[in-house]
């Protein structure tokens, strides 16, 4: 081709990827229009943001509103849609590439492509059409022999205009290497054609000439080999261009940059003219390169790619679609799932300049959707959701799957949406630009729910009686997202009867407002207000190892709260507010006592015990400021946590309330998992060995009510005792070590724990501890196995020297 | 018990004559120190003879005595006043059961005393116990910590049992001053009295010898076996107690319960909060910023290129 012999080339090497892409995914060629009716769907949710994520998917959705039955499902759909995303994204994204790509210096191999649903009469077009209608074709079984006699080569354009031709093979031959390229090499995926297809000649035409325009080949040719069956063998021998050699590389971004509109060149200028237009070219080209935004891509790749540079001598089209190739890979790697390499300029100077589309968002669309994903005006107000995204999903930043993934995990924490897909696409006012539109499917914004349940209480003698039917059941409601700014109240009353609800009615009322300094404020504190009550076992009342029974003590709370939390990271959050609340201590009759029962040696019990409220009269009202802080830098290496984590927790008396009680409560928790040895982060790696270390102290000075006393034993105090089987005291420490070694997908451990009253248990009124006959103090060690949620554990309580197993639930730190 | 009325001290009577003239000459002296009322407080093991000890000092059947058993299970106060000087002596239940002390009986003790003043603590054992042990320890210890170290400068420690045969032929001098010290060392562990205490060492002991075979003197006055009369001598070492300077124990909740452990350390607590809030909160919010600026954030995050104050 020897009009294109000027100084620079241009290369469209797109092409490629889309090919192949569409014969990997013939079903989907079926249609017409594939650059706006394709679209994949990768599930995801917040637990899918592992590393091992692949990063190519162009949409994402999440579908929070059933999260069991989706975690499941996460790993296949995943890897499904993986596959069918990488497909997407191309065929979506392939236009950026197009027109005018060959612009003034070049093959005009890209040429012509326009923007995909618009500009017709495209190379890109054809590409994309031809497909269709050898698919429209193939319902039509139906193909005509060729009609000649066998085992003669036939020029394509001696083939029939109107036969419809079956192909049974397809050869290359190299012309330059003079032999036939295997399905392996790298120019197969260029051609559209399969052996078995059905073509007219129209369509072998066409082919070829796209072959000829992509600038790859220098020269191609067609010609199709008579078959005895009346299908035709079509070979496609080629002359692979080449360059000279270079040994400068240069990556440029241009992205958003208009592309240089082709002059036409007229064959009668004299060569001076030509001279001419080549320079302007040149320097045009020079220009562009000048105005174009440096590229992401690292030095490493560089220097990689200066190396293919510098083995290859010249610079040949495989070696281009190399490059084109390992620059695509790092941008899909780091997640541009939009970058493209749109061109390669510059050809036949010492220089390769691979012009590249990184994917700049060029606008951020929030949509809402109703149930028929019809576009409604929502009622979230789009602040909290443009809170959530990361600053890297905004106008002007290139597009980034992680960050669409993270805009996911993060839209779907608000939990407002039933449906959210973050959906990156071709902005086709803007070459190159990529419009991010988040999809979004909200919630109802009230909800209410009753559910009732019977119980069957034995009535006299045991057997159960009409009278002894209970109903019983929970009434709640929740109205969501008030004035769109994520508020809510939620409420709900249960009680197992519904006849006597004063029995044991248990009720919650909460407001949440979040963002309390502004939702445009980037400062994240959330008020909340509740209403609440509770009923627990003391376990201040407990007695001691060998103790037969100890009458129990409820308490009962019921109050009013107000806090205020500031969130500084996921797991770092500072909460400080106000508590009222009214306790009452009652016994196990429902009868308020003001003293502890105790069991005499005679077997009678006496209700002279320790005083249970701070009044002496069984109920306590008091109020304190409440503050809390946590600092938790935890982080998951395969599967083990690791960091520290620090709470701090404060209630300070206020001497409000019955028997003006001040004082000042508090616990420090320190707790850090140190890991052992470094390992290598990834899907399926071994976790390291952890060691955790724990420390918890807990004081009070002031007035301390039993109920407030800290407890010593129990599954997260000293394992191995019962809640509270040590003691209750005024100042507790508590020291544990565990050291968890990795055994296949789970791990065992062994630990050793201490809890200590620091002989405080004195200071309690009443002495509990003592008068329970328990130890103050007390050691357990033992060794665990955790099998997902449980943990198998035996612990030998030291005081006892007792050994026993456990099976519980969750994670003691 | 408390309301009980306060009967005239008849038993006196029931001494011999020269018994009832010292005693009477040493309640004369107290009441010149202006001492008219005198509260006594009986403790000690089970078995010991408290009880058979009160009826002795009181001169009549006042608390009911059994051999075998423990007769009273809780704490009972005899009064009985004679020409204007009133004389109170609780008794108590003995301290052990079971090998340790029981703190249910210590605590009814406890209960009984509150409100009343403590004038002499009688500590009772026996003399012919050859040995002590942890358990002496312990209800000296129980006693401490009920009334506190300040009782024992108004103690006695009362040996019963007086009347007996020292074994392998000791000297009764000997063998009595060799078990009043090792019960005076325990007394002086298990109260915590500090060396240079030297009340410690003060505390006196009197021997006590119950029994109705207990030898007489001239004056059918019970003697001990070195033929000092035990009564006389008793009441005068309590006389001389009371009248130590000391300052007799009263007994109120306080004392009982210990100081209020609420009220500890509470006006430091606006302190306390302060060093908390400096303390602890600050700095760890300090670190979460920390955390904050060292988190490791993916490349991408960190390679953001926005293309600055670009339109669209």
Redesign the interface.
Request: charged fraction near 25%; glycine fraction near 6%.
């Given at each position: 081709m020897p009009t294109f012999a000027a100084s620079s080339h241009l290369l469209n090497p797109t092409l490629t990827h889309s090919l192949s892409s569409r014969r990997r995914f013939p079903s989907s060629s079926q249609n017409p229009k594939p650059l706006t009716s394709l679209k994949c769907h990768l599930s995801s949710s917040s637990s899918s943001s592992s590393p091992s994520d692949p990063p190519t998917s162009d949409c994402l959705s999440v579908k929070p509103l059933n999260p069991s039955p989706l975690l499941d499902s996460i790993p296949k759909s995943l890897a499904s849609a993986a596959a069918a995303a990488s497909f997407a994204i191309l065929l979506r994204f392939s236009p950026i590439g197009g027109g005018g790509g060959g612009g003034g210096n070049g093959f005009g191999g890209g040429g012509g492509g326009g923007g995909g649903d618009g500009s017709g009469g495209g190379f890109w077009e054809r590409l994309f059409s031809s497909p269709a209608a050898i698919a429209d074709e193939q319902q039509n079984p139906e193909w005509d022999s060729h009609g000649l006699p066998a085992n003669i080569v036939v020029q394509l354009n001696k083939l029939s205009g109107f036969k419809k031709y079956k192909l049974s093979e397809i050869l290359f031959f190299d012309r330059r290497r003079w032999t036939t390229v295997g399905t392996e090499d790298s120019f197969f995926e260029m051609v559209s054609l399969r052996p078995g297809g059905i073509y007219t000649k129209a369509q072998l035409q066409k082919e070829l000439e796209t072959l000829a325009t992509c600038g790859m080949f220098e020269k191609v040719d067609m010609e199709g080999k008579t078959k005895p069956d009346g299908t035709l063998s079509l070979t496609i021998s080629f002359t692979e261009s080449t360059w000279q050699s270079a040994d400068k590389f240069r990556c440029i971004n241009v992205g958003?940059m208009p592309q240089t509109k082709p002059i036409e060149m007229d064959p009668d200028m004299t060569d001076k003219e030509k001279l001419e237009y080549y320079r302007s070219q040149e320097k045009d080209y020079r220009r562009r390169i000048d105005r174009a935004?440096p590229c992401?891509l690292p030095m490493s790749v560089h220097r990689e790619i200066l190396q293919m540079l510098r083995d290859q001598g010249k610079v040949s089209a495989r070696l281009l679609q190399k490059i084109r190739d390992r620059v695509q890979k790092w941008y899909h790697d780091?997640?541009?799932a939009c970058a493209q390499v749109v061109n390669f300029g510059n050809l036949n100077t010492k220089e390769v300049v691979c012009e590249v589309v990184e994917g700049?968002i060029?606008?951020l669309v929030i949509q809402f959707q109703d149930k028929l994903g019809n576009v409604v005006e929502g009622n979230t107000q789009t602040p909290v959701i443009r809170r959530e995204l990361?600053?890297?999903l905004?106008?002007?930043?290139?597009f980034?799957i992680?960050?669409g993934k993270q805009a996911l995990r993060n839209i779907n924490s608000l939990a407002l949406f039933s449906n959210i897909e973050v959906n990156p696409r071709p902005d086709e006012k803007?070459e190159g630009?990529i419009i991010v539109e988040i999809k979004l499917k909200e919630l109802e914004q009230k909800q209410a729910e009753v559910s009732t349940e019977w119980s069957i209480v034995p009535g006299r003698g045991g057997r159960p009686t009409l009278a002894s039917l209970q109903p019983g059941g929970t009434v709640s409601f929740e109205h969501r997202n008030i004035k769109g700014l994520n508020r809510s109240i939620l409420g709900s009353v249960t009680t197992s009867n519904f006849f006597n609800p004063q029995d044991d009615l248990a009720f919650k009322l909460e407001y949440v407002h979040p963002y309390l300094d502004g939702v445009t404020n980037p400062r994240n504190r959330t008020l909340r207000a509740s209403c609440f009550n509770s009923r627990k076992l003391s376990p201040v009342f407990t007695g001691g190892p060998g103790v037969d029974e100890v009458p129990p003590i409820w308490v009962d709370r019921a109050g009013l709260k107000a806090n205020i939390t500031e969130n500084?990271?996921r797991q770092?959050k500072?909460t400080y507010g106000l508590v009222m609340e009214e306790v009452t201590t009652r016994d196990e009759s429902s009868h308020i006592s003001p003293y502890g029962q105790r069991v005499?040696?005679s077997g009678g019990i006496s209700a002279d015990g320790p005083p249970t409220t701070l009044s002496g009269t069984g109920i306590d009202r008091l109020a304190f400021l409440q503050?809390n802080?946590t600092?938790d830098?935890t982080k998951y290496v395969n599967g083990a946590i690791v960091g520290q984590r620090?709470v701090?927790q404060?209630d300070?008396g206020l001497g409000i309330g019955s028997n003006f009680p001040?004082?000042?409560r508090?616990q420090?928790t320190c707790t850090g998992f140190i890991q052992l040895k470094q390992v290598e982060e990834g899907a399926g790696k071994p976790p390291p060995p952890v060691l955790v270390l724990h420390g918890h102290y807990g004081g009070c000075?002031?007035?301390?009510p039993s109920y407030d006393a800290f407890t010593l034993g129990g599954p997260y105090s000293v394992r191995g005792y019962n809640m509270g089987e040590l003691g209750a005291a005024?100042n507790i420490l508590e020291l544990a070590a565990e050291l968890r070694i990795p055994v296949k997908n789970t791990h065992m451990y062994v630990f050793a724990e201490h809890g200590n009253d620091l002989g405080s248990s004195?200071?309690?009124?009443g002495n509990p501890t003592?008068v329970y006959r328990r130890m103050g103090h007390g050691s357990s060690y033992g060794l665990g196995a955790k099998f997902g949620l449980v943990r198998a554990e035996y612990a030998v309580d030291h005081n006892s020297g007792t050994g026993s197993l456990f099976l519980r639930f969750g994670e003691r730190f | 018990m408390a309301s009980q009325l306060i009967r005239e001290w008849t038993g006196i009577q029931q001494f011999p004559a020269a018994t009832q003239t010292k005693l009477l000459e040493l309640l004369g002296k107290l009441k010149q120190e202006n001492v008219s009322t005198l509260t006594i407080l009986v403790m000690g093991k089970g078995g010991i003879g408290k009880s058979s000890t009160v009826n002795s000092i009181i001169g009549e059947r006042a608390v009911a005595v059994s051999a075998f058993q423990s007769e009273i299970p809780r704490p009972v106060m005899v009064s009985r006043s004679t020409a204007g000087f009133t004389l109170n002596v609780i008794d108590t239940p003995g301290l052990i059961e079971g090998g340790y002390v029981n703190d249910q009986t210590l605590e009814n003790i406890k209960r009984f005393l509150v409100n009343k003043t403590i004038d002499i603590l009688l500590y009772v054992d026996r003399l012919d116990t050859y040995r002590v042990d942890n358990l002496d320890k312990q209800v000296v210890k129980a006693v401490t910590e009920s009334f506190g170290k300040e009782i024992w400068k108004r103690a006695l420690v009362v040996l019963t049992h007086a009347q007996l045969l020292p074994p392998d032929g000791l000297e009764y001098d000997v063998f009595f001053t060799g078990r009043s010290e090792a019960l005076l060392k325990v007394v002086r562990s298990g109260a915590k009295i500090k060396k240079q205490d030297t009340w410690g060492d003060a505390i006196p002991v009197a021997l006590v010898e119950n029994s109705g075979r207990c030898n007489k003197n001239e004056n059918i006055e019970k003697v001990l076996p070195c033929g000092t009369a035990w009564i006389p001598n008793l009441v005068k070492t309590i006389t001389e107690v009371a009248l130590n300077g000391s300052k007799p124990i009263l007994v109120n909740k306080k004392l009982i319960e210990g100081p209020n452990p609420d009220r500890r350390w509470k006006e430091f607590i606006p302190l306390v909060f302060a060093f908390q809030y400096f303390f602890i909160i600050k700095p760890l919010q300090r670190a979460i910023k920390n955390d904050m600026a060292r988190e490791t954030r993916p490349a991408w995050e960190l390679r953001d290129t926005g293309l600055s104050s670009r339109k669209f």
């Open positions: 958003l935004r992401m780091e997640g541009y700049d060029t606008q990361p600053k890297q905004r106008q002007s930043h290139v980034n992680e960050a803007n630009g500084f990271t770092s500072f005499l040696p503050a802080i600092r830098n620090n701090f404060l300070q001040f004082f000042n508090h420090l000075v002031g007035d301390l005024r004195k200071l309690v009124k003592e | -």
